[in-house]
């Protein structure tokens, strides 16, 4: 079950906050991917260059906290 949990969960960092989405990018392996998810559906509400666990085109679930 773990490896599920682990498969769907990203770490990802914030590009840009929109008025009702956030811009994420990730990266698989050696590639860069971006992902939009929903500001009011998610946890938290991280700012640009945050990194934060989400769930691919849903929402946020954890904002890690800033350095």
């Known amino acids: 079950m773990k490896n ?26 050696s590639k860069t991917f971006t992902s939009r998810v929903s500001k009011d559906l998610s946890a938290c509400l991280p700012v640009a260059g945050q990194q934060v666990y989400f769930l691919k085109d849903y929402k946020v679930l954890e904002c890690k906290d800033l350095q």
Not at 4 to 29: F, H, N, P, R
């Open 4 to 29: 599920i949990i682990t498969a769907i969960l990203l770490l990802g960092m914030v590009e840009y906050v929109y008025e009702d989405d956030i811009l994420i990018s990730y990266q698989k392996g």
